[in-house]
């Protein structure tokens, strides 16, 4: 009796220990992850800052690179706080590589500056932090979507490094944590509004829905070549016009859609039952491939990016997904393919 | 593929954009900022010569005592340590030579270890001087190799606009000449600076006239371009061509970079020079003939800097 009293004490005991271990661990976790985003300007949600700082977690899982997050009201020169702010991570960078981003925005001069460490200002050079702050991140800033705008901008740095990761020896180089001023400045154009994308050469004009849906693709992909965000193109399908009335399309998302299926191989269309409906896919190993699905109006086909929208998510890596709870009319296409319990693509076993 | 520096003076030289005196002044300036060969090494490695005679001295000294030492010591018969015993309250012949010894080796090699670890750590400052300036020329041959395409991107756009769309030929020629006057200064401020930068780097940092000359002349390009940006401000397809934004983001990020260079060679000069004027460096400094280095800063910057310089 006593021997069992005793034993349940010390299982009480253990109990405790492991969840006072437990909650330890995510405290230091939880205070680990606070360091990332710093809001003193008050221009994200607490959900907002919890978002990104989750997201940039998974950067430094993912890619070793330690994106953090700053704002402030009138923070002097940006150039010279951004780097005295990386002189101050020199001893808590947790990148084991030295690889180092800060994003500082100042809302009272309304400006933004991306500091990009020594470890990076290859994969990064000025001009592309130039390009995603001015063509990107900014886009966002205007309508109040900070944390918005720095996700879109996030996206294209993971892109980059992926690419980077791939084509050249960048994994193995390990760098002191620090910067020698490398990144860029630009106006942060915050509560500005909405600005629309000045097309280039005459844009889509011309961009009809067509007879099949590989000439219509084409067709986006052209008006996407020529940075027209236009949300009435003609091959869109009026629902998709729709919604693409609120959205914010930045020159850099359409050089990105051109960009990223330049080197994918479409297979043949897929029709429908009923004649309707039609998707072009791509073969399974091309995870940053999303497929596309089409509508059949009026004898052409139309874009539909809402049922798009609704059916597939992006995972960590930019590989798509197909979201099971998601109901569309496009789930024919993908009869010869499993998906895992997240969505991603398998190729069905015999 | 991008035109090469070299390629772009050559056009603008050409095209009549430049002059042949212009485009000869901005070929000198590319990757023309290190000494020449030999004269490079000049500063870093007469810190080693300073380190090598009192090395070899305190050598010298140490082999002395050592032999000294061994002849007290030492003798060919085998040794009766009978006699050696000490008596009570005596000193035996070998300890008071052993003990005599080590005395005027201590007396002897205790300040000079100590001045050579007060020497390294003056040269170790000295580097870091030296490093920081390599770096701040390393950025302004960054941006001298940019001059020639800022240049060249403004000069084509506006020749092209000027020729397309201004119908007044009074307007037409203003801007022309507005762009031959900024171009004139930027090329001339990139002419002085690779100049002074030609001269070993000694010779430049350590004289606060030469280095307030190359600070004269880096804004001299810095207002040049400025003012090429400026113009482009009047043409808002120029400025939102994908083309200027990189070529305006390279030039920016490099001026940036030349900032912070500034602002931690001036940061390890504060160090250095501060140093050298506390005991007992100061000693130190003037045995081995270590010199005060400059401030890069402009003259407003220098007149308002604090007088002392200790930390």
Same mark, same amino acid.
């Given at each position: 009796m006593r021997r069992s009293s005793s034993s349940n004490r010390l299982t009480l005991w253990l109990a405790a220990a492991l969840l006072a271990g437990l909650a330890i661990g995510f405290a230091v976790h939880a205070a680990g992850r606070a360091d990332l985003v710093v809001d003193d300007a008050g221009l994200m949600s607490p959900v907002e800052r919890d978002r990104l700082a989750e997201y940039h977690d998974y950067l430094l899982k993912d890619h070793d690179i330690d994106y953090r997050v700053e704002t402030g009201r009138d923070l002097g020169d940006i150039n010279t706080f951004a780097v005295r702010r990386f002189e101050d991570f020199a001893e808590t960078g947790r990148s084991e590589r030295g690889r180092g981003l800060l994003l500082v925005v100042d809302a009272k001069q309304n400006l933004v500056r991306l500091e990009v460490s020594y470890a990076l200002e290859g994969v990064f050079p000025d001009a592309f932090v130039a390009y995603i702050e001015q063509r990107q991140m900014t886009y966002f800033f205007g309508r109040d979507r900070v944390a918005d705008g720095i996700l879109a901008a996030t996206e294209l740095i993971i892109t980059r490094a992926q690419r980077a990761a791939e084509a050249t020896g960048f994994e193995g180089e390990v760098w002191t944590f620090g910067s020698g001023g490398a990144g860029a400045t630009t106006s942060a154009r915050l509560g500005t509004g909405a600005e629309p994308v000045e097309p280039r050469n005459d844009g889509g004009n011309h961009a009809a829905a067509s007879p099949t849906p590989q000439e219509t693709l084409a067709a986006y992909f052209a008006a996407m070549g020529a940075r027209d965000g236009d949300p009435d193109l003609a091959l869109y399908t009026p629902a998709t016009r729709e919604m693409l009335r609120d959205w914010v399309m930045t020159p850099a998302q359409m050089d990105n859609v051109v960009r990223s299926y330049g080197a994918c191989h479409a297979e043949a269309p897929r029709l429908g039952p009923q004649g309707r409906h039609a998707v072009i896919r791509y073969p399974i190993a091309e995870r940053a491939c999303a497929p596309w699905f089409f509508e059949k109006i009026d004898g052409a086909w139309h874009l539909d990016l809402t049922m798009m929208q609704k059916a597939i998510r992006f995972g960590r890596s930019n590989a798509w997904r197909l979201d099971s709870a998601a109901r569309h009319p496009y789930a024919f296409a993908f009869d010869d393919w499993s998906f895992d319990a997240h969505g991603f693509p398998q190729r069905r076993r015999p | 593929m991008e035109a090469s520096a070299e390629e772009r003076i050559a056009r603008m030289e050409r095209d009549g954009t430049i002059t042949s005196g212009q485009a000869a002044m901005l070929r000198a300036s590319l990757g023309s900022t290190s000494a020449p060969d030999g004269e490079d090494a000049g500063p870093r490695a007469r810190g080693h010569r300073h380190w090598l005679p009192w090395s070899l001295l305190t050598l010298v000294v140490l082999v002395v005592v050592v032999a000294l030492a061994s002849l007290g010591s030492g003798t060919d018969a085998v040794q009766d340590v009978t006699q050696t015993l000490n008596q009570p309250g005596g000193h035996g012949e070998m300890n008071r030579t052993l003990s005599a010894l080590l005395a005027v080796a201590l007396l002897l090699v205790v300040p000079l270890l100590l001045w050579v670890w007060l020497h390294n750590g003056l040269v170790a400052k000295e580097e870091r001087v030296f490093e920081a300036w390599a770096q701040t020329e390393s950025n302004f041959q960054r941006r001298a190799d940019l001059i020639p395409a800022l240049v060249d991107t403004v000069s084509r756009y506006l020749k092209h606009e000027s020729e397309t769309l201004t119908a007044v030929t009074e307007a037409r020629a203003a801007v022309l000449e507005k762009l031959a006057g900024l171009s004139e200064s930027l090329i001339r401020g990139q002419k002085e600076a690779a100049e002074i930068l030609r001269q070993g780097d000694a010779d430049v940092i350590e004289d606060e006239a030469t280095l307030a000359r190359l600070y004269r002349a880096q804004a001299e390009v810095g =207002? +040049?371009?400025?003012?090429?940006? *400026? %113009? $482009? #401000?009047?043409?808002? #397809?120029? =400025?939102?061509?994908?083309? &200027?934004?990189?070529?305006? $983001?390279?030039? #920016? +990020?490099?001026?940036?970079?030349?900032?912070?260079? =500034?602002? /931690? &060679?001036?940061? *390890? %000069? /504060?160090?250095?020079n501060a140093t050298m004027r506390q005991l007992p460096w100061n000693l130190v400094a003037a045995l081995g003939s270590f010199q005060r280095k400059a401030y890069f800063r402009s003259e407003e910057e220098a007149r308002n800097a604090p007088e002392l310089e200790f930390k």
């Open positions: - | =207002r +040049g371009m400025n003012g090429l940006f *400026a %113009v $482009a #401000e009047d043409y808002p #397809e120029l =400025r939102a061509s994908d083309q &200027f934004l990189e070529l305006q $983001a390279q030039i #920016e +990020g490099t001026e940036n970079r030349i900032n912070v260079a =500034r602002m /931690r &060679f001036n940061d *390890a %000069v /504060r160090d250095y």
